[in-house]
């Protein structure tokens, strides 16, 4: 076992570990993070999406020790009045909810890299997250007003 | 992950001394496509030697020559970087296709050659740039061109022992143009159905084309060619075609009979020898 520290939203937790718990497991268990979620396991649907030191991360894929004392961000960490999260309830961007986080934090990851994205970029950014609601049209609506508000 | 030991060595001389005692071992580097294998039953290995810890892997040095991209570099640094983009667009461009962001910013540059896939984005842009891959074990280092570091069927020139710790790519010769096509039967992120990286070289006249397909044989292929100054577009996209065609021997799979591979691997051979070629001419 190793003692660690994730540090979550600004607060440390410290957890003790396996070699290979996933970061993940280590989020839902240990800390008690249900914002991250699993859903396809292989990195491809963004529903275990974290931000480590503002970069996406599928916590799904990575180990928990290697997080050890690296800031991180999940979506339950953001506030209410947060740009991109008040845009995703403003734009009826949900319906079951499931995927939503992931795609807050890849939000959050593409604005801080490119304030003013085009479609285009907002899809490409987006392509590794998956809504099984297909409220895709919503999302980019999301995106695109949490860009106007961001820049205010 | 429940089953393997990981071992945490802080320099490399440790590592390279654990991959050579240890049996049944791999190095994990990023470790996007080792947990996806584990979880789909694929990989069993018991030793991991976890690289994170050794100082200098993560680096991306610049000299006058070329750009050497430490294993450890995340796909999406080389995407990004302003250095690769200007140095090396055609890589920045193949980089910036593999998989989605969120795991280009995990996996790692010399994990994604050691996977060997012959579907990797990333390979078709490092032949075309002849690209040198550098291993180290405990018997010292050494440097294997990339356009012969794909052996065969997911097999690589990596021996039992050693690791790679860095890749150094030639910078895009002045004046060349590049293109990077990826063509996909199922979702964005997917695997290619066929990929092309092209670089089109201008000398004395000639275009040397450079060409890596990936997807359409059981390894990245490296091709080129040279474009006469008699032939116009149309005769040199012939002539990549044709010189495409001689080696296609796709495998049949979810993403297409080996018929329809081929298909698109002509169909981005084109696209990437007319937009290299367009790019040339409004020099």
């Given amino acids: 076992m190793n003692e660690i520290t994730l540090d979550v939203n600004g607060t440390p937790h410290k957890v003790a570990v396996e070699d290979t718990t996933l970061l993940l497991d280590a989020l839902r268990r240990r800390v008690g993070v249900t914002s991250a ?3 396809c396991g292989v990195g491809a649907c963004g529903a275990c999406t974290v931000l480590a030191e503002g970069r996406s991360v599928s916590s799904c894929l990575a180990v928990a020790v290697r997080y050890d004392g690296t800031p991180l961000t999940t979506a339950d ?18 319906q079951c909810g499931y995927c939503i986080p992931g795609f807050v934090l890849m939000t959050k990851e593409l604005l801080s890299e490119n304030p003013s994205p ?23 609506k999301a995106v695109r007003l949490a860009a106007k508000r961001s820049a205010t | 992950m429940s089953a393997g030991r990981v071992h945490r060595p802080e320099t490399l001389e440790e590592a390279t001394a654990l991959l050579g005692e240890l049996d049944d071992v791999m190095v994990y580097g990023g470790g996007t496509a080792i947990q996806i294998l584990r979880k789909q039953g694929l990989l069993f290995t018991e030793d991991y030697v976890d690289i994170a810890g050794i100082p ?40 910036g296709q593999a998989a989605n962001p969120r795991v280009r910013n995990t996996a790692s540059a010399g994990g994604n050659i050691a996977h060997g896939d012959y579907r990797l984005d990333p390979p078709t842009a490092l032949v075309v740039l002849d690209a040198t891959v550098h291993l180290a074990s405990a018997a010292g280092s050494r440097e294997v061109a990339v356009r012969e570091f794909f052996t065969d069927f997911q ?9 790679i710790t860095a890749i150094t790519v030639p910078r895009q010769p002045d004046g060349s143009r590049s293109s990077f096509v990826k063509m996909r039967s199922l979702s964005e992120n997917d ?10 070289v201008p000398e004395d006249g000639f275009v040397e084309i450079r060409m890596g397909l ?15 100054p008699d032939m116009d577009e149309q005769q040199a996209v012939e002539a990549a075609l044709d010189i495409a065609d001689s080696v296609m021997d796709p495998i049949a799979d979810i993403r297409g009979s080996a018929s329809y591979k081929a298909r698109l691997g002509r169909v981005a051979v ?10 040339l001419s409004r020099d």
Wanted: aromatic share 4%; proline share 6%.
């Fill in chain 2, 56 to 95: 200098g892997l993560r680096d991306l040095t610049v000299t006058d020559d070329d750009i050497t991209i430490g294993t450890l570099v995340p796909l999406r640094r080389v995407e990004t970087d302003p250095r690769t983009r200007r140095l090396v667009p055609v890589a920045a461009a193949a980089y």
């Fill in chain 1, 118 to 140: 085009n479609d285009e970029e907002v899809s490409d950014h987006l392509e590794g997250n998956i809504c099984r609601c297909a409220t895709y049209p919503e999302i980019i």
């Fill in chain 1, 37 to 39: 979620r699993e859903g």
């Fill in chain 2, 214 to 228: 990936g997807a359409v044989a059981p390894t990245t292929v490296y091709l080129a060619f040279d474009v006469t």
């Fill in chain 2, 155 to 163: 097999e690589t020139d990596v021996r039992h022992g050693e690791m």
């Fill in chain 1, 77 to 94: 960490g953001l506030p209410e009045d947060d740009p991109v999260v008040s845009s995703f309830v403003d734009s009826d961007a949900m």
């Fill in chain 2, 191 to 200: 695997w290619p159905c066929a990929s092309a990286a092209v670089l089109a």
């Fill in chain 2, 270 to 279: 084109e696209q990437a020898v007319r937009s290299s070629l367009k790019e």
